[in-house]
């Protein structure tokens, strides 16, 4: 029989080389960004509510990109400024805002009759925010000549903005280590994964 012993090592103990060599084999993974169905389901949300049709988009790496079809009926494509805050929150306010949580009387929430809020809508994830942000602008901010296509396409240009900001994000030197240290990833002394 034979007894090896092996030196293991936290990420912050490795060597600087061997730190960039470990941090550049986490940004090959494909798994690294893992919030892309949370991401689908906010746009399919979106989708179901409001007339506009995806048929096509991309993020990560750079590469951003959607494309869409209107489907705005004639009689309100060129409605702008006031009559589209109006038409606006008569169609989609009861999709804009959820009444807002008071507090829990024993054990059954209570929900506010008159103040509403505006935050995570559609799914509850935080996606929802960013894809219903030029809504809510417009509506704090009617402008003439803004269409409702305008701003659907704002909507979804967006979403697919953040989406791509996201991807970027959990790419980068900074997540990788956050995430090494959040799951207390240990090392060889020539960086590959311990446990």
Aim: glycine fraction near 6%; charged fraction near 35%; charge should be negative.
């Amino acid at each position: 029989m034979r007894e090896e012993s092996i030196k293991v090592y936290k990420f912050s103990e490795l060597d600087p080389e061997v730190q960039e060599k470990v941090i550049e084999q986490f940004q090959q993974e494909d798994w690294l960004y893992s919030w892309q169905d949370e991401n689908n389901e906010t746009l399919k949300a979106f989708e179901k509510i409001f007339p506009v049709k995806v048929s096509d988009w991309e993020y990560g790496g750079g590469r951003t990109n959607i494309c869409a079809k209107f489907l705005i009926d004639q009689e309100h494509e060129e409605l702008t400024g006031i009559r589209l805050m109006k038409y606006i929150i008569n169609n989609y306010g009861g999709y804009l805002w959820n009444r807002k949580y008071l507090n829990h009387v024993k054990g059954k929430a209570r929900y506010s009759r008159i103040q509403k809020e505006d935050s995570c809508v559609l799914t509850g994830y935080h996606m929802d925010n960013y894809i219903l942000e030029p809504i809510y602008e417009f509506l704090k901010k009617p402008k003439d000549g803004v269409t409702f296509e305008d701003i659907l396409r704002d909507c979804l240009w967006s979403w697919v903005r953040t989406c791509e900001e996201d991807w970027e994000y959990s790419y980068s030197e900074e997540s990788i280590k956050e995430m090494i240290d959040a799951n207390e990833y240990e090392f060889t002394v020539d960086g590959k994964i311990w446990r």
